[in-house]
């Protein structure tokens, strides 16, 4: 863990800054289940991963790990503070959505069911 406290990287609140897990911790907002990283060959590349949408929304901050050591390193270290290392682009990330996102969504899905209804139709038939 030592080691770790070297560890310096570019996130979605730092800017051009580098920002270590430390710093990274104090910023996290509460209830946030651990430390959410993205991976990739470039910060253009992770900025633009559609991935971030959602952890964006909610306010969370993902770390850019775009070095080739950096998906090694994150597979030793696993977790920092006792918060788990997440990534961001892991199939089947959960997310704890509040009252008014799950009406949002099941309203936004009744408002399209009979277009949905129309298209099968026309498709078995």
Sequence with gaps: TKLADLLRYR??????EMTSLKEYVGRMKEGQPGIYYITGES???VENSPFLEKLKK??????FMVDPIDEYAV???KEY??????CATKEGLKMDETDEEKKDFEEA???TEGL??????VLDG
């Design 75 to 77: 597979q030793q270290l």
């Design 43 to 45: 910060i253009k590349a």
């Design 109 to 111: 899905k009744s408002k």
């Design 116 to 121: 949905c209804t129309l298209i099968k139709e």
């Design 11 to 16: 996130s979605t609140k730092s800017g051009e």
């Design 58 to 63: 909610k306010g969370y901050e993902v770390l």
């Design 81 to 86: 503070e006792e918060k788990k290392l997440i």
